[in-house]
């Protein structure tokens, strides 16, 4: 699709026209971010529970990655273990002003960021409705240990894990360089109020 000039400035396409063009893109992004994600966690959950339950520990890569298979009733680092209702309502929240803010995203790094957070909090979202011990209280399945079979150096984790986290870093990013979710800059915002 070609965006005609806007007459009023040099020549170049009005900023609202690229933004209107370019949203199917950031959408799509966004959303098939999200999706690579959770299906992902979901087959690779399956497969920990399949293959390595009531397995020993499957050491990798020298011992610096094993393979071992941990219900997690509370949150990250196990935090508030007795709370899994509670925190699974606080992603259930999270999920839905995710899913809020995505028809606004104008930015491609924070579409990508927010597909990660999303996905990921959809794969442990699935565990907690779906794995027992029963709808909002069920058990997490990590799989992932670092540097130890135990969790005793690093907790262990899962790939949705891996997807808020690392869509968390990267909106920091984003946000400590001044990019907002709507593709405008700090510097663009304070010249549009001045």
């Known amino acids: 699709m070609v965006t005609p000039p806007d007459p009023s400035a040099d020549g170049a396409p009005?900023?609202?026209?690229?933004?209107?063009a370019q949203r199917p893109r950031r959408m799509f992004l966004f959303a098939a971010t999200a999706a690579v994600?959770?299906?992902?966690?979901?087959?690779?959950k399956v497969l920990a529970v399949a293959v390595l339950e009531g397995r020993d520990p499957v050491r990798l890569l020298g011992g610096g990655l094993y393979l071992v298979v941990y219900r997690n009733p509370g949150a990250a680092f196990s935090l508030a273990t007795g709370l899994t209702w509670l925190l699974t309502l606080i992603a259930v929240v999270v999920v839905v002003a995710i899913v809020r803010l995505a028809p606004r995203l104008r930015s491609p790094g924070w579409a990508f960021g927010l597909g990660l957070v999303l996905g990921g909090a959809l794969g442990n979202l699935v565990d907690r409705f779906f794995r027992s011990p029963g709808p909002l209280r069920g058990h997490v399945v990590d799989f992932l240990s670092l540097f130890a079979p135990d969790g005793s150096v690093w907790p262990v984790f899962n790939?949705?894990?891996?997807a808020i986290v690392s869509g968390g870093v990267l909106l920091v990013v984003f946000a400590l360089l001044g990019r907002d979710y709507d593709g405008t800059t700090t510097r663009e915002?304070?010249?549009a109020a001045s």
């Not at 009005?14 to 209107?20: G, I």
């Not at 994600?37 to 690779?44: F, K, P």
């Open 14 to 20: 009005s900023r609202p026209d690229v933004a209107v």
């Open 37 to 44: 994600a959770l299906t992902l966690d979901v087959i690779t």
């Open 159 to 162: 790939l949705a894990d891996s």
């Open 189 to 191: 915002r304070r010249e």
